[in-house]
């Protein structure tokens, strides 16, 4: 047994941004969910768990790894039973992996067993956890979830949504969240709705899952987004909507559609695919450049290399291919190991490189990784010239929201400018797609400075929910906690 000194929620670590799924009144829930899982495993890779009510009680099977691994097997689908179940896809970037950190969350209560999933990130939960702490709660993970249970546990209201509201009346931060109690499936959404979650059906059966694809998978129809502050409850009784918290302006993650969301998606009123190709053809008319042939860096950079091409007049060709048996690179712990990725992931495909001018389209620069091994790639394997152009503005601040963004020091649009980044990843070109350019292909004027649309706080700076664990001092690094190391 050893103990670790780190802390819960390390900003260069633990923020994750995940996929759930609930499914109530049907047989089959835990098959359905695994099945929702698998289209959200591009939500997070690194582990996944089920929880299902059976009538009697609660069965659990959460492991490390892929959805298909965990839930493949007959046998742990049959463990578990029951006609209500939710799941989680878990994402992280953490050394600190271990079981106890794999979602959902179960705790039994005082009024009943309950299981929580959570697609987001807290930005109070250091705080609200130091407080629990020093008054006698015990924690047994080191997510910053765990703070929800422990304020619904410690709620003195009678009803089991009441307390759950005010739950998160105390909490700030970005979150979609399913529970299961023994009677009731639960999803909502913050108030600033930066998280996405859906509504279907299917045959009777309600399902809420954090993208549409999960829907599409198990043939479900899709019936709306759960909205900004909406709480659903699914019962007996059927379904019933809630709005228990005061009304505020919505900002949902416009880099959900530049990346995190599928592509076969329809993300608030939006096809993902559609609006990738939207920003690559704003991106063209912004940032042209006389070339032979437009390539994507798959696969994100897909959709918006069609759309760039189809703008430009240019010949779209797969320059560069991708071997799908490798994970997302971002999964990979240290920078040697990323790099490695890298080249473990793409390989040139020489004969619409050698000799041509060429235009790069990727979804976003985080770190330059990805772009300067490519643009040596492409070099190496014989083109003229390299054009890279990004479709996104520069990524000059993390996220706080359950996206997975390095810290600030490590972002290349942090600490450079746009001929210093030029540089740096050895293109001939550098352009980033414009911030109005971006709104503009989500279907504004441009960014409305005083009310924007979106959260794009990677991309402004401007955070639209208070990062009290931030700017309390509160990071990780200066707080040490004695974590006790398990395996898993
Ligand atoms: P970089 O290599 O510059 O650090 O990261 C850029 C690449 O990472 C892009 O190809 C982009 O598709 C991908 N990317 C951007 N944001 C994320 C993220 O939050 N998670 C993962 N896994 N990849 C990301
Ligand atoms: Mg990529």
Redesign the pocket.
Do not use: A, N, Q
């Given at each position: 047994m050893t103990f670790v000194s780190t802390n819960p929620f390390d900003d260069d670590k633990l923020h994750e941004?995940c996929g759930i799924f609930g499914i109530y009144g049907t047989p089959d829930a835990a098959a359905h969910t695994a099945l929702g899982l698998h289209a959200l495993q591009h939500r997070g890779q690194e582990a996944s768990g089920i929880v299902s009510y059976d009538g009697t009680r609660f069965n659990s099977h959460r492991a490390m790894g892929h959805v298909g691994a965990n839930f493949g097997q007959p046998k742990v689908i049959q463990g578990l039973p029951g006609d209500a179940a939710i799941g989680h896809n878990r994402y992280s970037t953490s050394g600190d992996t271990v079981l106890r950190n794999v979602q959902p969350i179960y705790a039994d209560l005082a009024f009943g067993g309950i299981a929580v999933a959570h697609n987001g990130n807290l930005t109070n939960a250091y705080a609200v956890r130091s407080r629990l702490v020093k008054s006698g709660s015990i924690f047994q993970s080191t997510m910053d979830t765990e703070v929800i249970t422990h304020l619904i546990a410690r709620s003195e209201k009678h009803h089991v949504v009441d307390r759950i509201v005010d739950a998160l009346k105390q909490v700030e931060g970005a979150y979609s969240l399913v529970c299961l109690t023994a009677k009731k499936l639960i999803g909502l959404r913050d108030p600033t709705g930066v998280r996405p979650l859906v509504l279907g059906h299917l045959k009777g059966a309600w399902i809420l899952a954090s993208e549409t694809c999960a829907l599409d998978i198990i043939g479900a129809e899709f019936v709306r987004d759960v909205e900004p502050g909406e709480l659903i409850v699914i019962d007996e009784s059927g379904l019933n909507s809630h709005k228990p918290f005061p009304p505020t302006a919505s900002r949902f993650c416009i880099?959900e559609y530049i990346?995190?969301s599928r592509p076969d998606s329809i993300v608030e009123g939006h096809s993902v695919y559609n609006a990738r190709k939207r920003i690559g053809a704003e991106l063209a008319r912004e940032n042209g450049v006389d070339a032979d042939v437009v390539i994507p860096?798959p696969d994100?950079?897909v959709p918006a290399a069609i759309g760039y091409a189809a703008e430009a007049k240019i010949p779209f060709e797969l320059g560069i291919i991708r071997n799908h048996y490798i994970g997302?690179?971002?999964?990979e712990p240290t920078d040697q190991i990323?790099h490695l990725g890298?080249k473990l992931k793409h390989n040139a495909n020489r004969v619409h490189i050698e000799g041509k001018r060429v235009i790069l389209v990727?979804?976003?620069?985080?770190?330059?990784?990805?772009?300067t091994k490519i643009i040596e790639m492409v070099r190496e394997a014989g083109a003229r010239e390299v054009h890279m152009r990004i479709a996104s503005p520069p990524t000059t601040h993390s996220c706080f929201y359950g996206?997975?963004?390095p810290e600030r020091s490590k972002l290349?649009a942090a600490i450079h400018d746009l001929e210093a980044m030029r540089t740096y990843i050895k293109a001939d070109s550098l352009a980033f797609v414009s911030m109005d350019g971006l709104y503009r292909a989500m279907g504004q004027k441009g960014r409305d400075a005083a009310k924007p649309q979106f959260c794009d706080a990677c991309f402004s700076g401007d955070y639209p929910i208070p990062l009290t664990d931030e700017t309390g001092g509160q990071t990780s690094r200066s707080v040490q906690l004695s974590l006790l190391a398990e395996t898993a």
């Open positions: 941004e880099f990346y995190f860096v994100s950079g997302r690179t971002f999964i990323r890298v990727d979804d976003s620069i985080v770190r330059g990784t990805t772009s996206v997975d963004t290349l």
